[in-house]
């Protein structure tokens, strides 16, 4: 994404999105844009309705609250795109809203930080990156902004879930 200022994303043959790096990294417009940059965990969940400007879903037994994508108003099935970035550990005393909680199932160190991936109910699992080391079956706390958050609906993407 150094390279250019402008990017263009393809599937098929077909453009999906043109904009700069961080427009395309932070507001794809379908998941496949949104799950070809970077790395991205996406979690699939029930749609109960907006707050507001935000989505709310049910993920693992838990509501994540997000920006929708696109009009949700008449789907079932959702997808919520979280990038490593935008979940912070917190202190389960000190969390504000905006939080899930689930258990470290594993761990990579990389040097300069560790990868954790936190399974956080109902098999529904996403990435971390952590700071300084979490132990495996730890119970952890993850603040986000649900600005940061992206919800979709699943559509034709299902196939690139199963990838």
């Not at 402008?6 to 999906?16: F, S």
């Not at 998941?31 to 709310?56: C, E, H, N, P, Q």
């Not at 550990?89 to 300069?112: N, R």
């Not at 399974?119 to 600005?147: C, F, H, K, M, W």
């Amino acid at each position: 994404m150094s390279l250019a200022d402008r990017i263009a994303v393809m599937n098929a043959g077909k453009i999906l999105q043109i904009g700069t790096p961080e427009e395309i990294y932070r507001r794809p417009r379908n998941l496949f844009v949104a799950l070809f940059l970077g790395r991205t965990s996406a979690i699939t969940g029930k749609y109960l309705g907006m707050d507001g400007r935000y989505a709310r879903i049910s993920v693992g037994g838990q509501i994540l609250i997000g920006t929708p994508m696109e009009d949700l108003s008449g789907e079932e099935e959702t997808v919520a795109v979280i990038r490593p970035e935008d979940l912070e550990v917190v202190d389960e005393a000190k969390s504000q809203p905006y939080t899930l909680s689930g258990k470290v199932i594993f761990t990579m160190y990389l040097g300069h930080s560790r990868q954790a991936i936190v399974d956080i109910g109902e098999g529904a699992r996403i990435s971390i990156t952590v700071n300084p080391r979490r132990s495996l079956g730890e119970r952890v706390t993850l603040q986000y902004s649900p600005d940061d958050i992206l919800i979709c609906r699943i559509g034709d993407w299902r196939q690139l879930l199963q990838e």
